[in-house]
T-cell receptor, first 114, second 109 residues
Framework: DVKVTQSSRYLVKRTGEKVFLECVQD?????MFWYRQDPGLGLRLIYF???????EKGDIPEGYSVSREKKERFSLILESASTNQTSMYLC?????????????FGSGTQLSVL | AQRVTQPEKLLSVFKGAPVELKCNYS??????LFWYVQYSRQRLQLLLR??SRESIKGFTADLNKGETSFHLKKPFAQEEDSAMYYC???????????FGTGTRLQVFP
């Protein structure tokens, strides 16, 4: 079965800390994505990657960076966590080409920044 | 700009009633539209996509380019349909999906 695994289900960090959220997929997908999910705001794209070492900004990249050193792993980095980054973070992957492909999502990481 | 609008945050119906979750989009080209669903304590998953013209769990959605809408419909709601529903759009030149703000469907017994 298809798997997108996010390393932590819950994380609690302090303001100013550097935070790493890890995501691994076992489907050999080229595309990987990071979204944040907030009530009333839906899913907003932070960053995505079409290939190893490649990244593109999404709609809300400020305060975040990403790393894609291997095809199966896509990391989201909060350089200096702030309280407004408290959210549910969802990782997803897909094969390239739109028509019959879909996003496969991880279970999410609920991050609380105190 | 590409945008997906779901005007209802919450939709409450009784079991057996018809359901329509509204989705409108803004995109100048030919979009691909999707509905994703998130059941309680489960991961977000694809429900259906417009190009497939399929019915999944009794749900259907028709792309209306004139009204730029992709409403999700089911003639008789079931309690197990209670979930969060997201409409999403994929533009021609990219593999990324733009999501709406979501509609929570509550089906009461």
């Amino acid at each position: 079965d298809v798997k997108v695994t996010q390393s932590s289900r819950y994380l609690v960090k302090r303001t100013g800390e550097k935070v790493f959220l890890e995501c691994v997929q076992d489907m050999d997908h080229e595309n990987m994505f990071w979204y944040r999910q907030d009530p009333g705001l839906g899913l907003r794209l932070i960053y995505f990657s079409y290939d190893v070492k490649m990244k593109e900004k999404g709609d809300i990249p400020e305060g975040y960076s990403v790393s894609r050193e291997k095809k199966e792993r896509f990391s989201l980095i909060l350089e200096s966590a702030s309280t407004n980054q408290t959210s549910m973070y969802l990782c997803a992957s897909s094969r390239p080409g739109r028509s019959n492909e879909k996003l496969f999502f991880g279970s999410g990481t609920q991050l609380s920044v105190l | 700009a590409q945008r997906v609008t779901q005007p209802e945050k919450l939709l409450s119906v009784f079991k057996g009633a018809p359901v329509e979750l509204k989705c409108n989009y803004s995109y100048s080209g030919s979009p691909e539209l999707f509905w994703y669903v998130q059941y309680s304590r489960q991961r977000l998953q694809l429900l259906l996509r417009h190009i497939s013209r399929e019915s999944i769990k009794g749900f259907t959605a028709d792309l209306n380019k004139g009204e730029t809408s992709f409403h999700l419909k089911k003639p008789f709601a079931q309690e197990e349909d209670s979930a969060m529903y997201y409409c999403a759009l994929s533009a021609l030149s990219t593999d990324k999906l733009i999501f709406g703000t979501g509609t929570r469907l509550q089906v009461f017994p």
